[in-house]
């Protein structure tokens, strides 16, 4: 793929993108609309709260990618797929940036403190020493087996 080429599919690919971020503010601003108009400005505010944050438009997308290609009249359209993918996607990837955030930002340092804050590990060490052979000349198989049997007939006697 030449440059021009890739320039223009990375074109196309930015402006679903950018459809899928602009489809997901309507709906979340649709969202907070809806509960203004239903639950009042208290209830309204409470959804906003919720809805006006990046978890809430995480969600938002993720609802949106999987309401799309479910409406009918639209669901068999494959620019609703691809409008779909984009805004699960962007979702997901939102979702996952909140969860990596919240991991490193406050559960790796709890998790460090409590591991520094317990008492030193023991450590258990196991010898396990070898059967010995007879250190002599061996001359013929028979006395190599025997020797080995020895040997190990020994370690079992002590065990």
């Known amino acids: 793929m030449n440059l021009l080429e890739t320039l223009k599919s990375d074109a196309q690919e930015a402006a679903w993108q950018t459809a899928a971020e602009t489809a997901a503010k309507v709906v979340q601003k649709t969202v907070v609309s809806i509960a203004n108009n239903k639950a009042g400005p208290d209830g309204g505010a409470l959804v906003a709260s919720i809805i006006d944050t990046p978890a809430g438009l995480a969600l938002i997308q993720l609802i949106a990618g999987i309401a799309v290609t479910q409406i009918p009249g639209v669901s068999d359209d494959p620019r609703a797929a691809k409008l779909g993918t984009k805004l699960r996607q962007n979702g997901m990837a939102g979702g996952m940036?909140?969860?990596?955030?919240?991991?490193?930002?406050?559960?790796i340092p709890s998790l460090t403190e409590v591991v520094n804050a317990l008492p030193p590990a023991e450590e258990s060490r196991v010898r396990v020493e070898a059967p010995k052979?007879?250190?002599?000349?061996?001359?013929?198989?028979d006395e190599a087996i025997e020797s080995v049997e020895k040997a190990q007939g020994k370690r079992r006697a002590q065990v």
């Open 97 to 107: 940036g909140l969860v990596a955030d919240e991991v490193l930002t406050n559960l």
């Open 133 to 141: 052979v007879e250190e002599k000349q061996l001359t013929t198989d």
